[in-house]
């Protein structure tokens, strides 16, 4: 599991923080009292509060570790657009790509190989109570890579792929993967992909809604590609 600063966990929301508060709060509570019983030669009683002061630190530690993991996703709300991207071309089957992303409109930049380009992300969707309590659908951009639409070049050619993003505590997504019957809340998680050509100073918006992602041209560059291949 990554490293958790301190500083992750002062972003996240107020009542996880308390929550997990509560919890490790008590587990140093029964461990000063599993040793005031040990000091006192009470060992049945004494291994009982160590036991359960165990099981709430590992509670606390457990809590943060998911919250840390689910804090790199972002809700859906409704249609909403999470990216654009512009491409600049150095030589055929050879791009330039720069990537606008998050509430802070970050670029990045990629290298990407082949005719076109792919965006991943993984969503998220819960069951009614967990809903209803104010959880929204969450999303997070996964990677970003390049296709070659001639099937001989898709197998022998070099492929780009980039990770957009740092997987920090608990992997709730690999959990998920493997034990799904251990998270009943859970509605459904998926992947999702869009992707489309890639031509000179083509842009192109990516929007999100809770049926997955679709991107847009929105210069003439990108359009005129689209139009092409119609």
């Known amino acids: ?6 500083d992750t966990i002062l972003k996240l929301p107020l009542e996880v923080n308390v929550v997990a508060a509560i919890f490790a709060f008590a587990g140093i509570l029964l461990l000063i009292m599993s040793f005031s019983r040990l000091r006192q ?18 509670i606390a530690i457990v809590l943060i ?3 840390v993991n689910l804090y ?9 657009d999470v990216a654009e991207i512009v491409f600049a071309e150095i030589s055929p089957q050879y791009y330039s790509a720069t990537l606008y992303s998050g509430n802070e409109h ?24 967990v809903y209803l ?18 099937i001989q070049d898709e197998n022998t ?21 493997k034990h799904s019957s251990w998270i009943p809340w859970v509605d459904a998680y998926y992947g999702s992909a869009t992707y489309l050509p890639m031509s ?20 003439d560059p990108g359009k005129e590609i689209i139009q092409f291949l119609d």
């Not at 970050?106 to 109570?129: C, F, M, N, V």
Request: include cysteine.
């Open 1 to 6: 599991m990554p490293e958790i600063s301190p």
């Open 41 to 58: 030669r009470y060992l049945v009683s004494a291994g009982i509060y160590g036991i359960l002061s165990s099981g709430l630190v590992l």
């Open 65 to 67: 570790a998911c919250s």
């Open 72 to 80: 790199t996703y972002s809700r859906i709300i409704y249609e909403q």
């Open 106 to 129: 970050r670029s990045t930049k990629y290298i990407i190989k082949g005719d076109e380009w792919q965006l991943d992300a993984r969503i998220i969707k819960w069951k009614s109570p």
């Open 133 to 150: 309590a104010g959880l929204d659908p969450l999303y997070r951009l996964e990677r970003i890579s390049g296709r070659y639409r001639d």
């Open 157 to 177: 050619s070099i492929h780009t792929v980039y990770s957009l993003t740092e997987n920090q505590g608990l992997d709730i997504w690999s959990i998920m993967i």
């Open 200 to 219: 000179d100073k083509a842009r192109f918006k990516i929007t999100l809604s809770q049926t997955g992602l679709l991107a847009r041209p929105v210069n």
